[in-house]
C-alpha cells in the first residue's frame, strides 16, 4: 500500500444535468482527460455582533449557507472522427449554451468562387456551422440555397468536383448556460471520491502558442459532494456513483504552434502572431441569496462578453496598417482562429465582428511588438461566436 496518493491517480468525468443540481449517471465515455481539476467549497461565515462576555470565537452554528466553484484545465486532444463530440463537449454546452451542430460531410459539386461551395447533396448546414477540407476548418457566412453556403475564409486549396468536405462538430451560443455534474475519482477507491454539482461555465479561455492548445473552464457550483462525509439522499443520490469501469485514454494533446490566425474586414492570413487568448464570460450569478436556501437553488446568466486579445509583430505592410488603423476607428473585422492543422485535432474560432482595441508598442526586443489587449466581440442575437471541431 503507498504511502501516499499520487496526484497522477485521477480521473475527471463530466455529465450534462437534466435538472440543476441533480446529478447524472455516467459511463466511460463521459470521462474528460484533464490536467487539473479545483473543485472549492466555501462557507458564508457571518459575523457575530452578540455580547458574549469575552473575545473568543464561539462558532456560527449549524446550517450556515455553502457556495461552490471549480476550474477545469484541459488540452485540445486529439479525436477519432470529425463528428465524434470532443470530450470536454458538456463543459462547451455549459460555456456556450445553445445547441450543438453535426455535419457528416459531403461531395463538392463545384466552386463557383474561392469562398462558395456547391455540394452533390442538400448539405442542410447553417450560418455559423463549421465545415472542413484539406486540414483546414471554415464557417459557413451565409447559405446561397440548399446546395450552396459561402465560407468566411477560403480554403488554401480550392475543392474540386468530386472532393469530400470533412464532418465537424459545431457550438453555438445560447440565452441560457447549461449546468453539468463534475466528478473527481481516485485511485485507491477508498480514498475521498468527489462531485461537483450544479456547476455552470462562467469563464472559458483558449490559450494559443504554448506548449500545447490549452482550454480553462471555471465557474460556480451549487454543492461539492464527497464520498467520505455523503448520505443518503443527497443530490437526490441513494450512494455516492461508483466509478465506471476505467479505459485507457489514448488521445494525444495537440501542439500549441499548430493552426492558422485570419485577420481583417477582408480576412488575410497572418503569420507574425507570437500569442493570444480568448475569453467567453457568461457572468452567471447563483441563486443562493432566498429565505430557506443553504445552498443554489438556480442560476442566471447576465451580460455575455467576449475578448480576443493576441500579440503580433508590427510589419510595414498593407494588411497590417489596415489592421491598425480598424483598431484606432474602432472598426469591426473578423477573426478566424485554427487550432491543430489535420483531421480529428482541429478547433475552429470564429468571430464575424471583433472590435480591436488599439495596441501598445512593446519595443523590448529587436523587433516591434503590437499588444491588442482584450478587444471585444460585437453581436446582435447570441452571435459573438461560433465554435466547430473538425
Known amino acids: 500500500m503507498a504511502c501516499y496518493i499520487l496526484s497522477n491517480d485521477n480521473r475527471y468525468y463530466a455529465a450534462i444535468e437534466a435538472d ?4 447524472p449517471s455516467i459511463n466511460s ?6 490536467v487539473r481539476l479545483s473543485a472549492t467549497q466555501e462557507r ?17 452554528g449549524a446550517g450556515v449557507r455553502r457556495l461552490g466553484g471549480f476550474q477545469l484545465q484541459t488540452y485540445l486532444l486529439s479525436r477519432a472522427s470529425g463528428t465524434v463530440e470532443p470530450s ?5 454546452r455549459s460555456a456556450m ?14 466552386a463557383p468562387s474561392a469562398s462558395e461551395v456547391r455540394t452533390t447533396n442538400a448539405h442542410g448546414l447553417v450560418v455559423g456551422q463549421g465545415v472542413a477540407f484539406g486540414g483546414e476548418v471554415r464557417f459557413v457566412s451565409s447559405v446561397m440555397d440548399s446546395h450552396t453556403v459561402t465560407l468566411n475564409v477560403p480554403f488554401s486549396v480550392v475543392p474540386t468536383a468530386g472532393s469530400m468536405l470533412g464532418g465537424t462538430v459545431s457550438y453555438r ?5 447549461k449546468s453539468v455534474s463534475l466528478f473527481d475519482y481516485w485511485s485507491p477507491d477508498s480514498a475521498v471520491q468527489r462531485i461537483v454539482r450544479g456547476a455552470v461555465v462562467d469563464e472559458f479561455r483558449i490559450r494559443l502558442n504554448g506548449d500545447f492548445h490549452e482550454l480553462d473552464f471555471r465557474g460556480p457550483a451549487c454543492d461539492v459532494l464527497d464520498s467520505a462525509s455523503f448520505s443518503s439522499g443527497q443530490a437526490q443520490l441513494s450512494m455516492f456513483p461508483v466509478e465506471p469501469a476505467v479505459e485507457t485514454v489514448m488521445a494525444q494533446p495537440v501542439p500549441g504552434h499548430l493552426g492558422q490566425v485570419w485577420l481583417g474586414s ?5 503569420y507574425t502572431v507570437t500569442e493570444a487568448e480568448f475569453a467567453l464570460r457568461n457572468r452567471v450569478d447563483l441563486r443562493v441569496r432566498e429565505f430557506g436556501a443553504p445552498t443554489a437553488r438556480c442560476f442566471a446568466p447576465g451580460a455575455r ?8 509583430y508590427g510589419q510595414d505592410t498593407a494588411s497590417a496598417h489596415a489592421l491598425y488603423q480598424a483598431s484606432r476607428q474602432r472598426s469591426p473585422i473578423q477573426v478566424l482562429l485554427q487550432l491543430g492543422q489535420q483531421a480529428g485535432q482541429m478547433l475552429g474560432v470564429y468571430m464575424k465582428s471583433y472590435l480591436p482595441e488599439a495596441p501598445v508598442f512593446d519595443d523590448r526586443e529587436n523587433r516591434l511588438l503590437w499588444r491588442f489587449e482584450d478587444g471585444l466581440a460585437e453581436g446582435t442575437s447570441d452571435d459573438e461566436v461560433y465554435l466547430a471541431f473538425a
Open 44 to 60: 458564508q461565515v457571518r459575523r457575530r455582533r452578540d455580547k458574549t462576555g469575552s473575545r473568543s470565537y464561539r462558532g456560527e
Open 29 to 34: 465515455t463521459n470521462r474528460v482527460p484533464g
Open 173 to 177: 451560443l445560447g440565452r441560457l448556460p
Open 97 to 110: 449554451g445553445g445547441e450543438t451542430l453535426t455535419y457528416a460531410g459531403g461531395a463538392v459539386d463545384a
Open 20 to 23: 440543476y443540481g441533480v446529478v
Open 305 to 312: 462578453e467576449v475578448k480576443f486579445g493576441f500579440s503580433a
Open 266 to 270: 477582408v480576412p488575410e492570413q497572418s
Open 88 to 92: 470536454c463537449g458538456p463543459m462547451l
